[in-house]
């Protein structure tokens, strides 16, 4: 609960939203806490209705009514140092941050990109928002820069270009440029490719990651793909209805899974690599976050579950360095 | 959906005027305390345009005050809404009706179908309605009068329809040609909404999953792509019958539709309007805001139903009583 | 590769008109050929745009075919129509991709599942006995069967979806990414249910997916596509093990793998270039302006489908020069 450690870029603590809707209330995000320091990629891992996503609308402050952010820190270095709490600060303070040192990738390319204007005129508008002096040359100039960045050919040409005569793959790269156009601290991707065919995937990801070098941007990647997190992230955060059930170093979290609910998403995913007999599956399905259930949210479904799991919820212990788990089996040792 | 419904305060108030709209015009013409084929100044001269009485400065003449020809102007509404809402379903159901059945085999059957139905609707869309009526008010009453002379049946039940007598089946002649001529340029309007629909419904999944089950084109037509199109249909209906309202009584008021002594809420405004403003101001407003309520019970209730209809305003209803 | 054949289909094409031009067409489905052997699971495997939606429901004639033939079980079924197209779907059915828009959303799911009974007059007798006697099937309990399918899960309506694939006994079912509207957890129960009823009622499937990892899970046998056409077709096993062909590399290299050490460690191929236009498709082999290994011949002319090895075929020169 102080403020940012040398090198942090963000930290979130404690974060509880919920959503006040006609079937009652949505407890969506319960207690969240999380880091990202310099030039790291972390990320946030789960299936549908984990809460990752509405995590991340919520420190960008996109959480309408009837969803409230009930409490919860984000601390934010800026670029000038200043150090900021991204829930409380001002309008006028969000707005500068927003585009210029905090950058958004949403999911769907598409949707992202206003139908009635050219790329070209996206990335001059989040330069301009942010840096009224520029003049048109030297934006147009840093857009086709940009753009080459991207790996999107005859860059020149497509600044011309309006969002539906680009394929899938190019408009989402044109999102990614566009998020970039001001040198963002960091970047919040929330699954980046999951439309986007392998190959395309494949370079965009690799686009990230050279971009990151070359930015010291850091990253918050949002996806529900273990083999994105596997090849993406430095440390990675599992998430399950709405709370953290276990964090910690990529190699930690893969190689040994200490949550029932992190070793049955492994266990899950089919490896391409392998050829496997059988599936294992999780029994059961995600909870409705009106009622969450007492306890260990994941204990209904918990093949290993014991009578405390039913009644008090587990905290989040240290199983080592970096590595923390939510789980009374591994409490109890 | 009847929860939200109700939160909106917009279509509570639309509901009530609709519903008071439709029960006057169901007993309207049996609680008439006037009959509006007497000609009350024939008796006594001084009834003309007896100006309207308010209390509580009044006593012994009709509340609003009375027509030219002496007949309480309240009394002569209730027969009015009677006629007003005949005219005005039976046209949008029908134009509707007509409407959504060509529109949905030409957006399901496509190509050729396709193309040739929608260059009928717009000749149809293009026809001036106001030309169209004054064509057919001059052909067709003659027609359908000759035609009710000699039906007894039909008299008869057109009459009570209407809530007329039977022996103004001339005048009925000439509000069954109006109704002609609506009908004609209302259906073009629902075919393009519902072939927008049915083009984006027919590209569906189950649309697919119900031709691999062996369904006949009729039968998924009607049982799949129907269902799925009409929710702005619905919307798009309860508009038209304040729309068709207003529409009748602008034909009538032109002089195309019944003539005396039938009271059509258009037609009398018309003949009042000789005397306007100073002997008849109270019979125009008076039968003017009749008019305006029905058609804003209509567009209220329209309102409400398209927020409700639509889930995502639907959402924003139900959390107003948060 | 004709015995034992339930499908065989030789040199489809299907191209759809340009709007607004009569030459240009787009060329979803090119010249392929493949059959499925009874009982057999073919994974049809490729990203956007290289035509095996179109290949699926071509197959199944929910789309005309331009030109080839289809054989289903012996029978001719490229040009049939009325009946017998009819009779062809009672043996052919398909399982689409996103739930949520392949049942009626304005039918329960008792009605949705007795169209097809109902339709093809199986006879059932008492139609709500049988009904929940085949939700056990797919594992779904009889409380559904009057609901509306937006109060059921994602899972459930794939169920409900599979179940109504499969309530007239098929023999053959297209399924169209069947998964990749689920979750991971959800998407592993869908395939398992698959594999159990495929072996219950001997039911041969034709897998179409973007998935390589699920494709690789539930296929026999695999067939890559590029732009309308297959360039790689054989055993599961020898497709992963070994591709052949230089897309089959990209695409299996260009695979997240969930394993950090391992995918750190191995370098990873891209393609160059954009993925081409199905309307205007290059000469020659349609790979070989993104292909590192193009040569002269690759530019002027189509290669042919050979055997690389055993049940293991790919249409590229640089085998075929090999021999």
Redesign the interface.
Same mark, same amino acid.
């Given at each position: 609960m102080t403020g940012l450690r040398e090198g942090e870029v963000l930290r979130v603590e404690d974060l509880h939203v919920r959503f006040y809707t006609y079937a009652g209330v949505v407890y969506a995000v319960s207690g969240v806490s999380f880091y990202v320091m310099e030039s790291e990629t972390i990320a946030l891992v789960g299936e549908t209705g984990c809460g990752k996503t509405v995590t991340t609308r919520a420190i960008a402050r996109l959480v309408e009514p009837p969803g409230r952010i009930e409490r919860g820190v984000a601390l934010f270095r800026r670029r000038n140092g200043k150090v900021v709490d991204l829930l409380k600060i001002g309008d006028e303070e969000l707005r500068q941050i927003r585009g210029d040192e905090i950058a958004y990738v949403f999911q769907d390319p598409t949707s992202a990109l206003d139908p009635l204007y050219t790329i070209g005129f996206h990335i001059h508008e989040t330069v301009k928002a942010h840096n009224s002096k520029t003049n048109k040359k030297d934006i147009l100039k840093r857009a086709i820069k940009l753009l080459k960045e991207v790996a999107i050919p005859s860059p020149e040409a497509r600044i011309k270009n309006y969002p539906h005569e680009l394929s899938g793959g190019m408009r989402q790269r044109s999102v990614i440029a566009i998020s970039l156009s001001n040198n963002p601290r960091l970047l919040i991707a929330d699954e980046p490719t999951t439309n986007l065919d392998v190959t395309i995937q494949v370079q965009i990801l690799e686009l990230l990651k050279e971009l990151q070098k070359a930015y010291k941007m850091s990253l918050i990647l949002i996806t529900h793909n273990m083999g994105i997190v596997a090849e993406m992230a430095d440390r990675v955060y599992v998430m399950y209805a709405g709370k953290v059930v276990e964090e910690g170093l990529v190699e930690q979290v893969f190689y040994n899974p200490q949550h029932p609910y992190t070793k049955l998403l492994l266990r899950a995913v089919p490896n391409p690599l392998k050829k496997i007999e059988k599936l294992e599956y999780i029994p059961g399905t995600v909870p409705l976050l009106t009622n969450p259930p007492h306890g260990c949210r994941f204990h209904p479904r918990c093949p290993f579950v014991m009578d405390i799991c039913r009644k008090e919820e587990p905290q989040l212990v240290g199983v080592e360095k970096g590595h923390g788990v939510a789980c009374w089996l591994v409490t109890k040792k | 959906m009847a929860y939200a419904f109700s939160k909106s305060k917009i279509g509570v108030v639309g509901g009530i005027i609709v519903l008071i709209n439709i029960i006057v015009a169901a007993i309207g013409p049996f609680i008439a305390w006037e009959p509006y084929w007497e000609y009350k100044i024939v008796a006594n001269p001084a009834l003309q345009y007896a100006p309207p009485c308010l209390p509580p400065s009044c006593s012994g003449g009709p509340l609003f005050g009375t027509d030219e020809w002496g007949r309480d102007i309240i009394a002569m509404s209730l027969y009015g809404f009677r006629i007003s809402l005949i005219i005005s379903v039976i046209v949008v159901l029908l134009g509707a009706s007509i409407g959504i059945v060509v529109g949905l085999v030409s957006g399901y059957k496509g190509g050729v179908v396709d193309e040739v139905i929608m260059r009928l609707t717009d000749i149809f869309l293009a026809f001036p309605s106001l030309v169209l009526a004054i064509a057919f008010a001059a052909v067709l009453p003659q027609r359908i009068r000759g035609f009710l002379e000699v039906n007894s049946f039909a008299r008869a039940f057109f009459a009570a329809l209407f809530g007329l007598r039977e022996n103004e089946y001339a005048q009925i002649a000439a509000l069954i040609s109006i109704w002609f001529a609506m009908v004609l340029v209302w259906w073009p309007g629902y075919t393009r909404v519902i072939r927008g629909s049915v083009l984006s419904t027919r590209e569906?999944?189950?649309i @697919? /999953? /119900?031709?691999?089950?062996?369904?006949s084109t009729w039968k998924i037509m009607f049982r799949?792509v129907l269902?799925?199109v009409l929710s702005p249909v619905i919307v798009m209906i309860t508009f038209d019958l304040a729309t068709a309202t207003l529409f009748a009584a602008t034909l009538s008021f032109l002089g195309l539709g019944p003539q005396e002594p039938v009271p059509e809420l258009g037609f009398l405004i018309s003949k009042a309007g000789y005397f306007f403003p100073e002997r008849s101001w109270h019979v125009v407003i008076y039968y003017g805001v009749v008019l305006l309520l029905i058609a804003l019970g209509w567009n209220l209730l329209g309102d409400a139903l398209r927020d409700v209809l639509d889930p995502r305003t639907r959402?924003a209803l @139900?959390?107003r009583g @948060? | 590769m004709s015995e034992g054949a339930l499908l065989e289909v030789s040199n489809l094409k299907k191209y759809f008109s340009v709007r607004g031009s009569f030459t240009k067409k787009v060329r979803a489905v090119d010249g392929v050929a493949f059959c499925i052997r009874r009982g057999e699971t073919l994974g049809v495997v490729g990203e956007s745009g290289c035509g095996k939606t179109t290949l699926g429901k071509t197959v199944l004639r929910l789309l005309d075919p331009t030109s080839g033939r289809i054989v289903f079980n012996g029978v001719d079924v490229t040009r049939v129509r009325g009946a017998r197209l009819r009779e062809y779907w009672r043996n052919a059915q398909m399982v689409f991709q996103d739930p949520h828009t392949s049942l009626n959303p304005r039918m329960t799911i008792a009605s949705t599942l007795l169209e097809p009974i109902r339709q093809y007059r199986l006879g059932v007798g008492d139609e709500e006995a049988f009904l929940v006697s085949q939700l056990e099937l797919v594992g779904l309990t009889k409380e559904l069967l009057y609901r509306y399918p937006h109060e059921l899960s994602g899972g459930q309506k794939q169920r409900v979806a599979i179940l109504r694939a499969i309530i007239t006994r098929p023999k053959f079912v297209v399924l169209d990414e069947p998964t990749s509207s689920l979750d991971v957890s959800v998407q592993a129960q869908i395939l398992d249910l698959l594999k159990d009823l495929q072996a219950k009622f001997n039911l041969t499937y034709m897998f179409i997916s973007h998935d390589i990892a699920v494709i690789r899970y539930v296929s026999n046998r695999i067939a890559v596509m590029y732009l309308g056409k297959i360039v790689e077709i054989g055993l599961a096993d020898k497709v992963f093990e070994s591709p052949m062909h230089p897309y089959t590399q990209f695409l299996f290299s260009a695979l997240p793998i969930p394993d950090p050490k391992l995918a750190k460690s191995k370098k990873k191929l891209l393609i160059p270039g954009e993925p081409p236009s199905p309307i205007n498709p290059p000469p020659g082999c349609k790979f070989h302006p993104r292909c590192p290994h193009a040569v002269d011949i690759c530019r002027r002319q189509e290669p042919q489908m050979i055997e690389v090895e055993k049940d293991h075929y790919a249409s590229c020169w640089l085998h075929i020069k090999k021999q």
């Open positions: - | 569906m999944p189950f @697919e /999953a /119900a031709k691999l089950s062996g369904l799949h269902p799925n959402r @139900e959390f @948060e | -």
